[in-house]
């Protein structure tokens, strides 16, 4: 049947699934508007207070629920305010895809009005990108775009429409997403080799990373610790991957991680990365990292082995596979006085806080209790996204969303609306900073139109919390544009925009408040003030091995 360029795109949607799209329309994407108005029964379109808040929503509803997200914009500026939000899910392995509409196919490269080389501008950070000017190729290039997010090491896809070309018709006709391209690289000697060095270790250690929740193989990671008698630590990005209550979950490892995970992978004999990119958040000096160990990779993306650590083994491919195929050749393994040593310094460097006075880590802790560990946790960036990293038990994979790679401040707003209306029966929590919180604030009224039901918890401390730490620790104490002491009431302005808000200035108000925000019907604020001085342990010294990793009793 003939269609136009724009009822094609609503077509492809559909045939892809698509069930939610975040925009913001404008005059370049006006035809595509007016066919979504026309299949609004079908495809649900929400739109947000600002594009960029439309690409963090399209990154936590893929997050959340393991689906390609999905956003739009206009030409111009309505494109480039996208850019944010394809960077952190490309940084982060996110399927995404953006569609975007530019000036008429004449107009392009004219410096015409509100136009923009947005393929131009997103080809470093998207997997791929496509200008499309002939409606011919139109629904194809549509249907690569959602290929290439999912397949392999998923990520953001743009696709580029001028208006004309949504505007001609062309004939359409419906087609099933056919299977994923497998991208696994590896052999059964890979597989033996891996073997062989875990069977020769007597202190073996798993790093578990984003992959690892991008795979669904939290049961293979269970039953391989289990199996190989392993300690098991993890990513920021690979919270929820293994059981964070598990006995032999040891934390987070990196510059904020626990001293049992950092220490142990620093003193362990084969180290399995699984689905992680040794970022230098985790590795601290590389030169020094896990300096006395085998390192076994596992990952999908074949540019990630050996990028920033050397390995002596690989295997190129989906975690879950490679486990079902590698558990077999593994031999049961006790190391009874490995794992013994492991809890022990678990037990002697607990996380820690003062519990005298009104902290973030209180508040996590709380909510963990009264969420029974089961809901999803979105974070801006900074102090508080440690902190929630840190104190609350993450149980299951895709349950913690965050801004791991390219932190992005601002980030957690939209992707917490995302995520609820892509999990809608969860309890989504948004935990962010003061700072954040002034650059996402605007979708509070994006979730009060639409009813969304989101509890954003702002951990108020009146600073740029994270670099103040830095200026503490490691720049004499000269506090340059980090102070944010002004008249700004977070209560008000969350109740200006339509939300339930409430302030807490007491630790004896954090259950009471926190039960009454679990309660309410639509989106809620917290307002939460803490002193200003209070700092994220442990932590590694920038440029320093995670051996030394240090607290607030080593200083």
């Not at 649900?44 to 959340?64: F, K, M, P, V």
């Not at 820690?352 to 809901?375: G, I, N, Q």
């Not at 401390?461 to 980090?482: A, H």
């Amino acid at each position: 049947m003939q269609l136009t360029g724009a009822e094609i795109i609503v077509e492809v949607l559909k045939e892809q699934g698509v069930d939610t799209v975040f925009g913001y329309p404008g005059g370049a994407i006006l035809n595509v508007y007016d066919a979504l108005y026309k299949h609004k029964d079908e495809i649900n379109h929400i739109l947000t207070s600002h594009e960029q808040g439309a690409s963090h929503a399209a990154d936590g509803y893929a997050r959340a629920t393991g689906k390609v997200g999905v956003c739009m914009a206009t030409s111009g500026p309505g494109a480039t305010n996208l850019v944010t939000g394809i960077a952190t899910a490309f940084m982060d392995s996110v399927p995404m895809v953006a569609i975007t509409c530019n000036v008429n196919l004449p107009l392009l490269g004219k410096d015409s009005f509100q136009e923009v080389d947005i393929a131009g501008i997103t080809m470093p950070v998207t997997k791929h990108n496509y200008i499309v000017k002939d409606i011919k190729d139109l629904a194809e290039k549509l249907r690569r775009a959602f290929r290439i997010a999912k397949c392999g090491r998923p990520g953001p896809v743009l696709v580029d429409v001028p208006k004309d070309v949504t505007a001609a018709k062309y004939e359409y006709k419906r087609e099933k997403p056919g299977a994923l391209k497998d991208f696994s690289r590896y052999s059964e000697d890979d597989l033996k080799e891996a073997a062989k060095f875990i069977n020769q270790s007597k202190k073996p250690f798993l790093y578990v990373g984003g992959g690892a929740v991008i795979s669904g193989a939290s049961a293979e990671i269970k039953e391989f610790a289990y199996k190989i008698g392993a300690p098991v630590c993890d990513t920021l990005m690979g919270k929820g991957a293994f059981d964070n209550t598990d006995p032999l979950y040891t934390g987070m490892i990196g510059m904020h991680g626990t001293k049992a995970s950092d220490k142990g992978v620093s003193e362990c004999d084969c180290l399995i990365a699984l689905g992680a990119r040794f970022s230098d958040r985790v590795t601290g000096n590389a030169k020094k990292f896990a300096k006395n160990a085998k390192i076994i990779h596992v990952d999908i993306d074949l540019a990630e082995i050996n990028k920033n650590i050397r390995t002596d083994a690989s295997i190129v491919g989906d975690i879950k596979d490679v486990l079902n195929k590698l558990i077999p050749l593994v031999r049961k393994g006790e190391h009874r006085e490995w794992i013994d040593y492991i809890m022990g310094l678990k037990e002697k460097y607990p996380l820690s806080y003062d519990r005298s006075k009104l902290s973030c880590p209180y508040v996590m802790e709380t909510l963990d209790k009264l969420t029974e560990s089961d809901a999803i946790i979105v974070t801006d960036v900074g102090q508080h996204q440690m902190w929630a990293a840190q104190y609350y038990k993450f149980r299951f994979p895709r349950q913690f969303l965050t801004s791991g790679g390219l932190g992005t401040m601002g980030y957690g707003l939209g992707a917490a609306m995302g995520a609820k209306v892509g999990v809608p029966e969860k309890t989504v929590v948004n935990i962010g900073g003061d700072g954040c919180f002034r650059m996402n604030m605007n979708e509070l009224a994006t979730l009060s139109r639409n009813g969304i039901k989101v509890i954003d918890i702002i951990i108020n401390n009146s600073v740029l919390g994270m670099v103040r730490q830095w200026q503490t620790l490691f720049y004499g104490k000269r506090y340059s544009e980090t102070v944010l002491t002004d008249k700004v009431d977070y209560v008000k302005v969350a109740e200006g925009l339509g939300c339930t808000a409430f302030r807490i200035t007491k630790k004896s108000e954090v259950e009471g408040v926190l039960k009454k925000a679990l309660k309410e019907k639509g989106p809620v604020v917290i307002d939460c003030v803490i002193e200003m001085d209070d700092s994220v342990y442990p932590m590694v010294p920038p440029g320093k091995p995670i051996s030394e990793v240090f607290d607030e009793s080593d200083l």
